[in-house]
C-alpha cells in the first residue's frame, strides 16, 4: 500500500523540490500544506502537479482551529505523515495528538545548539567552528523533539553566510530525503 505524506513549508521549498526530485523516495508526496499565500513553493508544488492547501492563519480564530481544517484534509486523503520543510510556524496539539510520533522537520544547526530562526546567521555570528544539520520528530517546543540524524559542516575562515547556506542547504538535500525513507520503513522510531 503507499505510504501518503504531506510537506508543510512557507518558503522558496528547496527541500520540498528535493523531497520531489529522490528518486527512491519509499512514500508519495500527495499534498503541500502552506500558511504564506504567494509563497515561492506553491508554484514549485504546481510544477510537479501536487495539490496545495494554503490558508491564512490570520482567518482563523486560533490555532486548533486551522489545525483541525488541516487535519480534516489530511484524514481525507490519508496521509499518514508530515514532513515540516521550512514550515514557520510551531505544531499544535490538535496536529500533534493526531499525528503522534509522525512529523519531522529539518533545522539548519546541530540542536540543541541554535534552534528558532536564523540559525545559520546564528551559528555564524557566534564565531562557531562547526554547525550542521539536523532532522528530528516534531513536539510542542521550538526544535527541540528528538533528533533522528545530524550532518555536521564547518565554517571555513573566510566564509561567507552565502557560501555556509549553499553547503547547508545541499546537506539537507541529501539528508531529509535518506531520513524519511527510514522513518517510513519502521527503521528509526521515536
Ligand atoms: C531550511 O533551511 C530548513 O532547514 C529550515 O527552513 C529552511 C527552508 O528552506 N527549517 P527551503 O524553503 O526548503 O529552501
Given at each position: 500500500?503507499?505510504?501518503?505524506?504531506?510537506v508543510?513549508?512557507?518558503?522558496?521549498?528547496?527541500?520540498?523540490?528535493?523531497?520531489?526530485?529522490?528518486?527512491?523516495?519509499?512514500?508519495?508526496?500527495?499534498?503541500?500544506?502552506?500558511?504564506?499565500?504567494?509563497?515561492?513553493?506553491?508554484?514549485?508544488?504546481?510544477?510537479?502537479?501536487?495539490?496545495?492547501?494554503v490558508?491564512?492563519?490570520?482567518?482563523?480564530?486560533?490555532?486548533?482551529?486551522?489545525e483541525?481544517?488541516?487535519?480534516?484534509?489530511l484524514?481525507?486523503?490519508?496521509?499518514?505523515?508530515i514532513?515540516?520543510?521550512?514550515?514557520?510556524?510551531?505544531?499544535?496539539?490538535?496536529?500533534?495528538?493526531?499525528?503522534?510520533?509522525?512529523?519531522?522537520?529539518?533545522?539548519?544547526?546541530?540542536?540543541p545548539?541554535?534552534?528558532?530562526?536564523?540559525?545559520?546567521?546564528?551559528?555564524?555570528?557566534?564565531?562557531?567552528?562547526?554547525?550542521?544539520?539536523?532532522?528530528?520528530?516534531?513536539?510542542?517546543?521550538?526544535?527541540?523533539?528528538?533528533?533522528?540524524?545530524?550532518?555536521?559542516?564547518?565554517?571555513?575562515?573566510?566564509?561567507?553566510?552565502?557560501?555556509?547556506k549553499?553547503?547547508?542547504?545541499?546537506?539537507?538535500h541529501?539528508?531529509?530525503?535518506?531520513?524519511?525513507?527510514?522513518?517510513?520503513?519502521?527503521k528509526?522510531?521515536?
Amino acid at each position: 500500500m503507499t505510504i501518503k505524506a504531506a510537506v508543510f513549508a512557507s518558503g522558496t521549498g528547496s527541500n520540498f523540490e528535493a523531497i520531489m526530485e529522490a528518486t527512491d523516495l519509499k512514500c508519495k508526496i500527495t499534498l503541500l500544506v502552506c500558511d504564506k499565500p504567494g509563497a515561492l513553493v506553491i508554484d514549485k508544488a504546481a510544477s510537479y502537479d501536487i495539490p496545495t492547501l494554503v490558508f491564512n492563519p490570520k482567518e482563523y480564530s486560533s490555532k486548533s482551529e486551522y489545525e483541525k481544517m488541516i487535519h480534516r484534509q489530511l484524514q481525507h486523503q490519508g496521509i499518514s505523515w508530515i514532513f515540516l520543510a521550512g514550515y514557520m510556524r510551531l505544531i499544535g496539539n490538535t496536529l500533534l495528538d493526531e499525528y503522534e510520533s509522525k512529523i519531522l522537520n529539518i533545522h539548519p544547526s546541530l540542536l540543541p545548539f541554535f534552534p528558532g530562526k536564523d540559525a545559520i546567521g546564528q551559528a555564524y555570528d557566534a564565531g562557531a567552528r562547526e554547525t550542521g544539520v539536523s532532522i528530528h520528530f516534531v513536539d510542542a517546543g521550538m526544535d527541540t523533539g528528538p533528533v533522528i540524524a545530524q550532518e555536521s559542516v564547518m565554517i571555513e575562515e573566510n566564509d561567507t553566510i552565502e557560501k555556509l547556506k549553499e553547503r547547508i542547504q545541499k546537506v539537507e538535500h541529501h539528508l531529509y530525503p535518506k531520513v524519511i525513507n527510514q522513518v517510513v520503513s519502521n527503521k528509526v522510531r521515536e
